[in-house]
């Protein structure tokens, strides 16, 4: 075989999503796509066919990713409807509302945890500290979400912030910001066109798109095609592998709502409150909210589910538009194969609880491009690479994920009944908790590399749904009381501190947009 | 602290101004200068850039002292350096958005200034009640002051958006305490010295090169300032 002939060239990426430009764009950044010499990427998308359009919540790693394709927050902030994101405030999760309960929430806040050197956590779990929640005892953050503060001051410059954040974007706004990006400076080469068929050799290695504005060829092909999976399902029939014994949402109800008055507060963190069979995202952008209720249709029946998100957004007349999407949860059996990997909804997905979407495409875009092989003969180690560790990325969302209902204390209907049998719930997951009864959570709990979710993650689930832990049987080795609780009143202090120099969240948007952040 | 008012001469007829007294600045260890002062001031000062704290945007400024709230160059009252920067000569008066008319400026006075009094100094207006021609070269200096801000301010944002500033955490120690200045912005040689043939033909039709060389220089008197005693 004549080596250089099969060396990669050319790579085609169907869809041009939020995925497939964060696929090209990792590609062609990490290969060097503007230098002639290097592989070139170009992305083919239909004219017709609309994106997903939802997708809003990311994670900090998102302003890496950012960072590093070279765009700048200043532009994102201003094209994409841009609103800081610092936490997910759980409403109604642990226990159904009631008249009682006024303070039924907690935050999964971004900020790394007060842990290390000295984990005020034991202490919090042993004694009582006056009502404190988890969150408020181990980071700053959480106080900073409830007084609708923003993360960041005006003086730090692009990317950094005095808490650890990420964004609530317009998805639609996004992958064309993102468009112009990798075109104008990533070298990526943009084609439209309605993908038809897809020409397969004896090997099963695609050799070209056969599309509407003619044929396409090329020695690698990215599947961004969403739910179709044109590539890596109809073409290469890899299997979709559901997870809805375990994650029992398979609809979502979704709905643009404005704001009452030009300049409401807008929240620095995406609200999830727990409904009798599912869940109401509300994420806020400058112009406008997007919010959803993701259910069950075993659990409850459309028309009942419309009028619980009616409800929520106050709508009894029925002047706010729905779109009705099917959630197909669970992934393919294999994400890469021969010469095809997918990204995006095409890979898998996940009720959108914990913002993994954006979350796992922009990681395994990552990963794609930094495991890019330059000849064919690397296909097969690369892809084993791949597939392993984007499906224990998978896993580790889907038990994150399950974790939220399965240690939810609702009994007010069978769909949170049955989240909590064993039978939903994941070997691993059950062995965690299992061991969590009697301890913390350790770092040796979460040693893979693309564990997705870690100790500080769970720790924030666990303790702010007053996971019963109980450490009696370990309490002699949490003698230092004193050290706990100077702790706690220090991050009590960097909070006030903190909070002197915050703006207000909108407040600091707006000022964004007219002045912009500099770049160092 | 401050009570700036509109100047109206039913109000303030017969105010005198004492120029020389600085009292308003001995607080102030960093101060607002133009890019027009920066060859004047970087015979004395050092010159550094900051952000400023509501918008972020870089302000040229020279440093009287290197502990927060201390100048050095203000002793009795008076100015003891050679220099004295343009925005501290304005004071009472500033240019302030007329309250009837927002769109537009007038003159307001700071009636809690240390520098007015009734008996020692120049009249703001005459027996007759108009301008003193003292009021009217202050008057022009304010408006000729605002007029070089805007410009300078423009020159100053040219000057990031080049990336010719780069952030500079600065270590000093004089009479064995150690001082860590941050926050600081200054010019980056290193990029300065790697601009394309363009790029420096633009930052030299700008007029910049005088004000980047200045504070380059400038940054020298840091140690003198820091060792500075007024007596």
Redesign the interface.
């Given at each position: 075989m004549n080596i250089k002939s099969s060396a990669i060239r050319e790579i085609i990426v169907v869809g041009g999503g939020t995925a497939g430009w964060l696929a090209a764009s990792h590609l062609a950044k990490k290969l060097g796509s503007k230098n002639s010499n290097a592989i070139q990427v170009t992305l083919i998308e239909s004219p017709d066919i609309p994106t997903i359009g939802v997708g809003e919540g990311t994670v900090p790693a998102i302003r890496n990713s950012l960072r590093y394709l070279g765009v700048s927050e200043t532009d994102f902030i201003r094209a994409c409807d841009v609103t800081f994101k610092q936490s997910i405030k759980f409403v109604d999760w642990e226990k159904a509302p009631s008249h009682t309960n006024n303070k039924n929430y907690y935050h999964h806040l971004f900020d790394y945890p007060c842990i290390q050197p000295f984990d005020v956590s034991p202490y919090w779990l042993l004694h009582d500290c006056d009502g404190l929640s988890y969150a408020d005892a181990v980071a700053i953050q959480g106080r900073i979400c409830d007084l609708g503060l923003a993360p960041k001051k005006m003086t730090q410059c692009e990317y950094e912030g005095s808490t650890q954040y990420a964004y609530h974007l317009d998805a639609v706004k996004f992958a064309a910001l993102l468009t112009q990006h990798a075109v104008n400076n990533l070298g990526v080469k943009h084609q439209l066109a309605n993908v038809q068929k897809a020409r397969v050799d004896d090997a099963g290695n695609i050799t070209s798109l056969m599309t509407d504005k003619g044929e396409f060829s090329a020695d690698f092909f990215v599947d961004c095609s969403g739910f179709s999976a044109l590539l890596i399902g109809d073409t290469l029939s890899i299997p979709f592998i559901q997870k809805h014994s375990e994650l029992f949402a398979d609809y979502a109800l979704a709905a643009q709502v404005p704001y009452a008055q030009e300049g409401t507060p807008i929240p620095s963190y995406t609200i999830s409150t727990a409904k009798e069979a599912g869940w109401i995202w509300d994420i806020g952008l400058t112009s406008r909210r997007g919010t959803g209720y993701v259910y069950s249709s075993h659990y409850t029946n459309h028309e009942r589910a419309e009028q619980v998100l009616r409800e929520y957004l106050g709508d009894a007349q029925g002047n706010i538009s729905c779109r009705k999407i099917s959630m197909r949860v669970g992934y393919r059996e294999k994400f890469w194969v021969n010469n095809c990997a997918a990204i995006g909804l095409s890979q898998g997905f996940v009720e959108p609880l914990e913002a993994t979407g954006l979350l796992v495409y922009d990681a395994t875009a990552r990963m794609l491009a930094d495991l890019f092989p330059a000849s064919e003969a690397e296909f097969a180690w690369a892809a084993k690479q791949f597939n392993e560790h984007t499906r224990n990325a998978w896993d580790k969302v889907i038990d994150f994920v399950k974790l939220h209902y399965f240690i939810s204390q609702r009994e007010d209907t069978d769909f949170w009944r049955d989240n909590r049998k064993t039978e939903t719930a994941s070997d691993r997951l059950l062995a965690n908790l299992e061991a969590w009864r009697y301890q913390l959570p350790n770092d040796y709990d979460f040693s893979s590399r693309m564990e997705i979710f870690n100790l500080e993650n769970y720790l924030y689930v666990l303790y702010g749904m007053n996971y019963p832990t109980d450490l009696s049987s370990r309490q002699s080795r949490y003698a230092d009381t004193k050290r706990a609780q100077e702790l706690m009143r220090i991050v009590e202090r960097k909070a006030q501190s903190c909070i002197q120099d915050l703006l207000p969240h909108r407040e600091l948007i707006d000022r964004i947009k007219r002045f912009g952040l500099q770049r160092i | 602290m401050t009570a700036i008012i509109p100047l109206q001469k039913e109000l303030h007829g017969y105010i005198k101004i004492n120029d020389r007294n600085m009292d308003h600045v001995q607080d102030q260890h960093i101060i607002p200068i133009l890019l027009h002062e920066f060859i004047r001031v970087s015979s004395e000062y050092p010159i550094v850039f900051v952000?400023?704290?509501?918008?972020?945007?870089?302000q040229s400024v020279c440093m009287l002292g290197v502990k927060s709230s201390e100048n050095k160059f203000v002793h009795n009252q008076l100015w003891v350096g050679g220099y004295v920067p343009l925005s501290v000569r304005h004071a009472p008066f500033y240019l302030m958005p007329d309250p009837r008319n927002p769109e537009q400026l007038l003159i307001g006075i700071n009636e809690a200034s240390p520098r007015i009094n009734l008996e020692n100094g120049v009249s703001i207006f005459t027996e007759v009640g108009e301008e003193s021609e003292y009021f009217t070269a202050r008057k022009n200096a304010l408006i000729d002051h605002y007029e070089k801000e805007q410009v300078s301010q423009e020159l100053t944002q040219f000057l990031?958006a080049m990336?010719l500033?780069?952030?500079q955490e600065i270590n000093l120690s004089y009479n064995s305490e150690n001082f860590n200045i941050n926050?600081v912005?200054l010019i980056d040689e290193e990029r300065l010295n790697s601009l394309s043939d363009d790029e420096f033909l633009t930052v030299r039709r700008k007029g910049l090169l005088p004000a980047i060389y200045a504070q380059m220089i400038s940054i020298q008197h840091l140690e003198r300032v820091a060792n500075f005693r007024a007596f």
């Open positions: - | 952000k400023n704290s509501d918008t972020g945007q870089f990031a990336n500033l780069i952030r926050g912005y």
